[in-house]
């Protein structure tokens, strides 16, 4: 153990679905249009707010440059000293807008005076500026002035500010004026940090609103999907309450019509499956009548078989077999039906699943054709005559189809036992397996009057599944090998609510059966 521990704290990972949801969706969409327009209507603001700012400082600032420089000028000798020149460029300077001045005179190109010389010199004013200050202009009826009032905007050092430059009169005194724009920036950034708080918020809002639009319309989307997932799982009475007339609202009309045709569908269908299994039923039951006395009638032909006349024997085994397959038929009818209609009830007891086929290879004299690994001590709750009919199934099937010698292994795995049955045939074609457990398939149509009625593996399986186990079909090293699977005890029987809307659950486990 240490002195220090620390604890990692697990943050659960976002899916992929998740963020494909209708709802993340939406909340995106919304903010994106709301981030899009509150960036577009702030940058207009901005700028337009801007150029507002920058041109009433620079308008302000020009003109009273200009009236400031005109006042000046007109006090100044003809032939201005240096000192002249300074006493201009700090007499225009002091107007009490907060500008410096530089001065310069073509006369004098030594002297140029400054308001502020340690800050702002000739070499501070753009010499793009100063080129377009000293070029005269033609003197025309729409221009009457022969030099104009010329501005740049320039950083200084990382400052900005207004740069405006006149010069007088031809031969008189060139004049810069230097205003500095940093109230004007501070202004622009306050109103720049502004803006962004309001798209900030903006984007917020919208995600809210996001929320709320996609609760409003992903609710009614959800109520249908539990419907339809209720609906799925065989609630055909689910229906949906329809309020208002938008589109939500039509989609959950269509959802009760398509319902309430697919219910009529079902109970038309189960009214005809019923009505078939009741026919087969009856028929099957109507046929044992006459079959049981054909079937005393043909044991008394087999047992004097051998004293008739040679070309009538073969007539009289042929009605015995067709005679004990019929019946064979009829039985197994019989027990189909009972398993569609929910009938077929098991009569458990523990047995010794050893014992259970032993019995069962003894009573059919299989003693010499199969061979039995099935540890005695395995104990399970079953209905003996079900399983009976299931281990003569898939062993008499392994001994028709396969050949001998079949194997029969039992082990026990936790609280189930497994019996694999496995044959020394040629094992089942691939084309055939997910078939094997349908009533009445055969793999060699040619051979369908020898081959059985297509019933027993099916049977088999109804027995299986009733005791809550499952046989599965697989191809081996050598021939083909059927696993039953069951648990130890048999599951419980299923409650009211469970049977209710019996053709619906029929037509479900009747899927299974097969």
């Not at 009433?56 to 000293?81: E, K």
């Not at 073969?314 to 009972?338: H, Y």
Request: glycine share 6%.
């Amino acid at each position: 153990m240490t002195d220090h521990q620390t604890t990692t704290r697990r943050i659960p990972a976002v899916s992929w679905r998740q963020l494909r949801s209708l709802r993340v969706r939406l909340i995106a969409v919304f903010a994106a249009v709301a981030l899009l327009a509150a960036v577009s209507a702030s940058g207009i603001a901005y700028w337009l707010n801007r150029d507002a700012v920058l041109k009433r400082a620079q308008d302000t600032a020009l003109n009273d440059f200009r009236v400031s420089l005109s006042r000046s000028v007109s006090t100044m000798p003809l032939n201005a000293t240096c000192q002249d020149l300074a006493g201009l460029a700090s007499g225009v300077a002091s107007s009490g807008l907060s500008y410096d001045v530089v001065v310069t005179d073509p006369e004098h190109p030594e002297c140029s005076a400054s308001s502020d010389p340690a800050h702002f010199t000739l070499a501070d004013v753009p010499a793009p500026l100063q080129s377009t200050v000293a070029k005269p202009r033609e003197i025309t009826d729409s221009n009457p002035y022969r030099y104009h009032l010329y501005w740049q905007r320039q950083n200084l050092e990382g400052r900005p500010f207004l740069i405006g430059g006149s010069k007088v009169m031809p031969n008189g005194p060139t004049a810069y004026m230097f205003k500095s724009l940093e109230n004007e920036r501070a202004d622009l950034n306050t109103l720049g940090w502004s803006l962004s708080i309001a798209t900030l918020l903006a984007l917020i809002g919208s995600a809210l609103l996001a929320q709320a639009a996609s609760a409003t319309v992903l609710r009614p989307v959800k109520r249908l999907g539990d419907a339809a997932r209720k609906l799925g799982e065989g609630r055909l009475d689910t229906r949906l309450e329809v309020d208002g007339a938008d589109e939500l609202a039509d989609l959950a009309r269509t959802f009760n019509r398509t319902a309430e045709a697919l219910h009529e569908q079902v109970e038309e269908l189960s009214a005809r499956e019923a009505q078939s299994r009741r026919f087969v039923a009856d028929m099957s039951h109507e046929l044992r009548t006459p079959l049981t006395a054909m079937t005393a009638v043909t044991d008394i032909l087999e047992d004097e078989a051998e004293s008739l006349d040679p070309m009538i024997e073969p007539a009289v085994r042929l009605v015995v077999s067709e005679t004990r397959r019929l019946s064979d038929l009829v039985e197994n009818l019989m027990e189909v039906t009972r398993f569609d209609a929910g009938t077929a009830k098991l009569v458990a007891d523990e047995v010794d699943m050893a014992d259970l086929i032993m019995s069962c290879i003894d009573g059919r004299a299989w003693y010499d054709a199969v061979e039995l690994d099935a540890p005695r001590g395995i104990l399970a709750v079953v209905d003996p005559r079900r399983l009976d009919v299931v281990f003569a199934n898939l062993i008499g099937n392994a001994l028709k189809h396969g050949g001998s010698p079949v194997r029969v292994k039992v082990r026990q795995t936790g609280d189930s036992v497994v019996v694999e049955v496995s044959d020394s045939g040629p094992g089942i074609p691939e084309d055939v397996l997910p078939h094997v457990f349908d009533r009445f398939y055969k793999a060699d149509r040619g051979r369908a009057r020898s081959e059985g009625s297509g019933l027993g593996l099916s049977i088999a399986m109804a027995n299986a599944q009733i005791h809550g186990g499952t046989i599965t079909a697989a191809n081996g090293e050598v021939g083909a090998v059927f696993t039953l699977t069951l648990p130890l005890a048999p599951p419980a029987p299923p409650s009211e609510d469970e049977t209710e809307g019996g053709p619906v659950r029929d037509a479900a486990r009747d899927k299974d059966a097969s």
